[in-house]
């Protein structure tokens, strides 16, 4: 089973503001007075103004214009962006946390990696303030395992112009 989500979580208000300025759906409500909005090309390409010059390394969608736009919109309340690229247990995740203003922390695993604690999403979260229950970790605490694709999310496979 494959998990494959690009996007933003954080207080519904600031992701209200980015959604409309990228396009992207209206944000789903989560536990902990948070929520999510999708990413997709479209909206990418809306907050980079489709100039991505410089990517980071350790992630797939993450470029110094996406970080310019979030954290522009994460002056008032911290965002948190988040990718996962899972298909039979393959893949990676990473995760990027702006506060203030800018980017404050960040980290990345890839193929074959293991986490040495948690997860970099699970990392994030907590920085957010979810905790975790026992047994589970901050990405179940969320429940976003229930969001496995971005349609899952409310945006359209197709969702270009």
Same mark, same amino acid.
């Given at each position: 089973?494959?998990?494959?989500?690009?996007?933003?979580?954080?207080?519904? +208000? +600031?992701?209200?503001?980015?959604? !409309?300025? &990228?396009?992207?759906?209206?944000?789903?409500?989560?536990?902990? %007075?948070?929520?999510?909005?999708?990413?997709?090309? =479209?909206?990418?390409?809306?907050?980079?103004?489709?100039?991505?010059?410089?990517?980071?390394?350790? *992630?797939?969608?993450?470029?110094? !214009?996406?970080?310019?736009?979030?954290?522009?919109?994460?002056?008032?309340?911290?965002?948190?962006?988040? !990718? =996962?690229?899972?298909? #039979?247990?393959?893949?990676?995740?990473?995760? &990027? @946390? *702006?506060?203030? #203003?800018?980017?404050?922390?960040?980290? &990345?695993?890839? %193929?074959?990696?293991?986490?040495?604690?948690?997860?970099?999403?699970?990392?994030?979260?907590?920085?957010?303030?979810? =905790?975790?229950?026992?047994?589970?970790?901050?990405?179940? &605490?969320?429940?976003?395992?229930?969001?496995?694709?971005?349609? =899952?999310?409310? @945006?359209?496979? %197709?969702?270009?112009?």
């Amino acid at each position: 089973m494959g998990h494959n989500i690009i996007g933003l979580i954080g207080a519904p +208000a +600031a992701l209200l503001r980015i959604g !409309e300025k &990228a396009g992207a759906p209206p944000p789903t409500a989560l536990p902990f %007075d948070l929520a999510i909005i999708p990413l997709g090309e =479209t909206q990418l390409d809306r907050l980079t103004q489709e100039s991505s010059s410089r990517y980071d390394e350790d *992630f797939i969608y993450l470029s110094v !214009e996406l970080e310019t736009a979030i954290g522009a919109a994460a002056a008032d309340h911290p965002l948190l962006y988040i !990718e =996962t690229d899972y298909f #039979g247990g393959m893949g990676g995740q990473g995760a &990027a @946390l *702006f506060e203030r #203003g800018t980017l404050a922390w960040k980290d &990345a695993l890839r %193929d074959g990696e293991k986490a040495q604690v948690k997860s970099p999403i699970s990392q994030g979260l907590s920085r957010l303030g979810v =905790t975790a229950a026992d047994g589970s970790d901050e990405f179940d &605490a969320l429940g976003l395992g229930h969001f496995r694709n971005m349609e =899952t999310l409310g @945006l359209a496979y %197709d969702d270009g112009d």
